[in-house]
């Protein structure tokens, strides 16, 4: 590879991205994500901030396809994407079907902060 991103890189560029998106500057955090995804393929914080992405574009649709095609089969345990998927799910109308995804993030111990997340989606 002829450029390596190093970790404190990564999370910089993430959280510039995030901070795009927060400004509905969605076509500069898709850009830098899409970069962050080809040079740190392993990160779920990538895949999370995709799906943040895509519901603050309010395609909540796009959201729950991505979660489910992408990044769901690429970090299986992630809670995060999980409660996102719920969160998703919600705003479409499918509160049902938003159950079984947000009572997987809630139940886990390994990300309070997704478990948070999932149980006050649920109420």
């Known amino acids: 590879m ?3 991103l190093k970790s404190e890189e990564a999370k910089l560029l993430l959280n510039v991205a995030l ?5 509905n500057r969605f076509r500069s955090a898709a850009k830098i994500l899409a970069a962050l995804e080809r040079f740190r393929p392993e990160e779920a ?3 999370v901030a995709n799906a943040i992405l895509r519901i603050s ?6 959201a729950v396809d991505y979660i ?3 990044a769901l089969p690429k970090f299986p345990s992630s809670a995060m994407l999980q ?3 719920g969160m998703a799910l919600i705003r479409l109308g499918r509160k049902q079907e938003a159950a079984l ?4 993030a809630a139940e886990q111990t390994a990300d309070p902060a997704a478990a948070q997340l999932a149980k006050d989606l649920m109420t």
Request: charged residues 20%.
């Open 2 to 4: 002829i450029f390596d």
């Open 19 to 23: 901070m795009a998106t927060g400004q």
């Open 45 to 47: 914080s990538v895949a």
């Open 57 to 62: 574009m309010l395609d909540f649709g796009g």
């Open 68 to 70: 489910d095609r992408i």
């Open 83 to 85: 409660a996102f998927k």
């Open 101 to 104: 995804p947000l009572s997987a």
